[in-house]
Nanobody, 120 residues
Framework: QVQLVESGGGLVQPGESLRLACVAS????????MGWYRQAPGKEREMVAT???????NYADSVKGRFTISRDNAKNTVYLQMNSLKFDDTAVYYC??????????????WGQGTQVTVSS
């Protein structure tokens, strides 16, 4: 089984920072592209940031310059450093991991989500 465990969400004031982490556990797989997505109430889930196995990154325009995605392959972990948080960043943040199983099958997994609330 593959499991994504997220941490780091919470309540912060505008301008403050949070660091999310997502650890992929399991066996017999290699991690491909990983990413963070978020969904605010009444809105569709949107991509926040992705990072490839080669560390190439992609960001939503709304978070460029404020958020940084990174990964530690040795720890099977992807991070999202969120700085200068705004009210509009309030959402449930979901970790996503694309995996290649050793059988060759490609799968995508989601974490349970962690709440990020930016409020004054």
């Amino acid at each position: 089984q593959v499991q994504l465990v997220e941490s780091g969400g919470g309540l912060v004031q505008p301008g403050e920072s949070l660091r999310l982490a997502c650890v992929a556990s399991g066996s017999d797989f290699t991690l491909d592209t990983m990413g963070w997505y978020r969904q605010a109430p009444g809105k569709e889930r949107e991509m926040v940031a992705t990072i490839t196995s080669g560390a190439g990154t992609n960001y939503a325009d709304s978070v460029k310059g404020r958020f940084t995605i990174s990964r530690d392959n040795a720890k099977n972990t992807v991070y999202l450093q969120m700085n200068s948080l705004k009210f509009d960043d309030t959402a449930v943040y979901y970790c996503n991991a694309g995996l290649t199983l050793w059988s060759g099958l490609r799968r995508s997994y989601w974490g349970q989500g962690t709440q990020v609330t930016v409020s004054s």
